[in-house]
């Protein structure tokens, strides 16, 4: 089992949408996570209904700090994506184990303004480029790939659905 780790900066939205994602195209396979540099505290109103429109429990989802992540009693992590620019500039704590890291940017849904279908339908789009990242993510060969040749690989399905 390979544990993967999302971030963001607030954990509210774009993270928390990978990590069920990833929860569900990589089950037995991968467990994944999420986290931010400045947790909101709180997982985005949108992302949950998103959430459950698409058959998930809510429930379990929750806006964390990455220091979880650090701490001596954390999963080991095997890989490590940012989600946004903002937590991809920040310095990040020391990851034990070396996971492979690469950034994933996608626009902020939360950061839309409009009216109700407007935000609904950001969260959607960010959704739809989340779960086509992690089809291509799952997809790979990684036990076959060189180290080199997988980060590039990473940074390919990151460039690509923007």
């Not at 929860?23 to 709180?42: D, E, I, N, Q, V």
């Not at 700090?65 to 946004?84: G, H, K, M, Q």
Request: proline share 7%; with cysteine; hydrophobic share 50%.
């Amino acid at each position: 089992m390979l544990n993967v780790l999302f971030l963001c900066t607030g954990n509210s939205a774009r993270s928390i949408l990978a990590e069920a994602a990833l929860s569900r195209r990589g089950a037995g396979r991968f467990r994944a996570f999420s986290a931010g540099a400045h947790p909101k505290g709180a997982v985005n109103p949108y992302a949950l209904e998103l959430l459950r429109a698409h058959g998930f429990d809510a429930a379990p989802f929750r806006s964390k700090s990455w220091d979880e992540f650090a701490a001596p009693d954390a999963p080991r992590l095997d890989f490590i994506f940012t989600v946004c620019d903002s937590a991809a500039s920040e310095v990040c704590p020391i990851w034990p184990g070396r996971p492979v890291s690469a950034h994933w940017s996608q626009p902020d849904p939360a950061a839309v303004e409009g009216d109700e279908a407007a935000k609904r339908a950001a969260f959607a789009d960010a959704y739809r480029i989340i779960d086509a990242r992690i089809a291509a993510f799952v997809a790979l060969p990684l036990a076959s790939l060189a180290p080199e040749t997988l980060k590039a690989r990473l940074q390919e399905i990151g460039a690509a659905w923007t």
